[in-house]
């Protein structure tokens, strides 16, 4: 009777259990995809008129987060343009300042993670994290973090719950957004905030115009109203 060397046996194992964990890999990245598809689906049902128009301001806004960031793909860009969309128009959020956020906080990039531990998109981390997830429903895992549409979905939240807080004073609104109710107060006490704080204004502000510039001149060129 012959046996198999221990050593070929254990390489056998690890080989299937890294082919195991290919196809679980590929399986979550059907899901994603599966999932975009169906909310795609569900947003764009209408008539003729109005989904060209959403599609549209879909395909603009992947347009300049390509342009900001040509390291992001087609489809990434997409995804990314497709969610800021969604969500944008549910929490009532302009889709130019939801832009300027991600390219300031992350350059449009879903893995980014910050060095005092901020993660995805839009850059979400602490207790403000915590609450964000528990907020909308969803368990506080640093895979929900960083999952494309719940970090979206919980910044546009964040974002309107704080113009709601502010009397839609959006500056106030970025101050808290980066760096924190005590940066607001040193703010509204006429102090002098952290170096990057008020960079981050100045960024906002340069970012903001510039997608609002950018997605105003491509959608007075593909109109859907003049007809």
Not at 76 to 95: G, P, W
Request: with cysteine; aromatic share 14%.
């Amino acid at each position: 009777m012959r046996y198999i060397p221990i050593c070929l046996l254990v390489n056998l194992i690890f080989i299937f259990i890294i082919q195991i964990n290919n196809r679980l890999v590929e399986i979550d990245s059907l899901k994603n995809k599966i999932e975009v598809l169906e909310t795609e689906k569900e947003y764009l049902e209408g008539d003729f008129k109005e989904t060209g128009k959403k599609y549209f301001t879909i395909c603009v806004v992947q347009r300049f987060i390509q342009q900001e960031n040509n390291k992001i793909d087609e489809e990434l860009s997409y995804d990314i343009a497709f969610y800021d969309v969604l969500f944008a128009k549910q929490y009532d959020i302009e889709i130019h300042e939801l832009l300027a956020i991600q390219r300031v906080e992350s350059m449009f990039d879903p893995l980014a993670l910050s060095p005092v531990g901020a993660k995805g998109l839009n850059q979400l981390h602490g207790i403000t994290g915590v609450w964000l997830l528990s907020e909308l429903g969803y368990d506080h895992t640093e895979e929900n973090l960083y999952d494309l549409k719940i970090n979206i979905e919980a910044a546009c939240y964040y974002r309107r719950y704080l113009l709601n807080s502010f009397d839609n004073d959006k500056t106030y609104s970025s101050i808290v957004y980066n760096g924190g109710y005590k940066e607001l107060n040193k703010y509204i006490n006429k102090k002098k905030m952290v170096l990057a704080t008020r960079q981050y204004l100045k960024d906002i502000a340069y970012y903001e115009t510039k997608a609002d510039e950018f997605i105003t001149s491509i959608s007075n060129l593909g109109s859907f109203d003049n007809e």
